[in-house]
């Protein structure tokens, strides 16, 4: 019968070098996430989702579902930490990014109390345009709540604290920001009247839709291969995910396409700033997804580019 090889795990800081833990008679197939289980046993305030462990201190963070006998150390591994700070659950995350925007917004529209002057608190615009701004902004939120809850499904169980405010700041800046000029007494309507409002009206439809649809592919993927294996997207029936013809990232085109078609819908310029702005961080998403598919995946599609067809 043969013996059973224990590790030896010891956790150093990845900055000072010091020894913060040493673990003795590890399983041979124990996983990184069962370490930072007994890590935690000796600093209680460091829960597992706080903690980032690495083979090198500016190497990549290991995965939970990394095994140690399958890692390139000998039976006495040295694993690097470092605290990721406070952690909050997904559903503080949502309702923090998602129903700020929501609330913020609404507050405009309704012209609460010193937003603007004393005599238009409470009133509506005459502005049609106004109103179906708000429908959209509001079905747009409601639709990331959904799939937030529903559809997506992420693969880490907590988010940092700090990084919740920063995106928070971002949204709820931006939501306050463009509500106040489009829901403003002297608010100008577009240009082109009623045929600029519908036909960006019936684009930004799409455009949700279609996020909402490759949305959906994707969870379904994921739930197909199940969580280690690894599949890229491709299209299905559905004609909204033939764009995977195309882009590797369509949700992200779908996306800017919306915020494009409403910042057209409204005419307002600080609505163009915030696609602008959007558009490049989803840009840059997405070449580093389509760089991952072209490298994991020999036989990736060379056609497709990572957000705009043909194009970038």
């Known amino acids: 019968m043969s013996r059973t090889t224990f590790f030896e795990v010891e956790v150093l800081d990845g900055r000072t070098r010091q020894q913060l833990c040493f673990l003795d008679k590890v399983e041979p197939h124990a996983t990184i996430g069962e370490i930072k289980s007994l890590f935690h046993k000796s600093y ?3 829960y597992p989702a706080r903690q980032d462990l690495k083979l090198h201190p500016k190497g990549k963070s290991l995965r ?3 095994v140690l006998q399958n890692l390139p150390v000998g039976t006495t591994a040295t694993l690097y930490f470092r605290d990721l700070g406070p952690q909050v659950g997904w559903t503080m995350v949502f309702l923090a990014e998602y129903f700020g925007p929501l609330f913020i917004y609404l507050l405009f529209y309704f012209r609460a109390p010193y937003i603007y ?5 409470f009133t509506s615009s005459p ?4 109103t179906l701004a708000c429908a959209c902004h509001t079905c747009h939120y409601i639709k990331r709540l959904i799939e937030t809850i529903f559809v997506h499904r992420f693969s880490h169980g907590t988010m940092p604290l700090r990084t919740i405010v920063r995106n928070c700041v971002y949204y709820w800046a931006f ?10 007494p002297l608010y100008t309507p577009p240009s082109y009247g009623d045929m600029q409002v519908n036909y960006a009206l019936a ?5 949700e839709l279609g996020n909402f649809s490759i949305h959906v592919a994707l969870n379904n993927l994921k739930a197909e291969g199940g969580p280690k294996c690894r599949k890229f997207p491709h299209p299905t029936k559905n004609p909204f995910t033939w764009l995977f013809f195309f882009v590797s990232c369509p949700n992200y085109t ?3 396409g919306a915020w494009a078609s409403f910042s057209v819908m409204t005419q307002c310029l600080p609505v163009a700033l915030f696609t602008f702005l959007a558009f490049i961080q989803m840009t840059i998403w997405a070449k580093g997804k389509h760089k991952t598919y072209s490298r994991e995946f020999k036989d990736y599609p060379h056609l497709r580019m990572p957000i705009i067809p043909l194009l970038l």
């Open 44 to 46: 209680q305030q460091l």
């Open 64 to 66: 939970d579902d990394d």
């Open 117 to 121: 002057s004393h005599q238009d608190a």
């Open 127 to 130: 502005h049609s345009v106004v």
């Open 175 to 184: 939501s306050a920001w463009l509500a106040f000029y489009i829901n403003h």
């Open 203 to 207: 684009i930004f439809v799409l455009c």
């Open 254 to 256: 779908y996306e800017v």
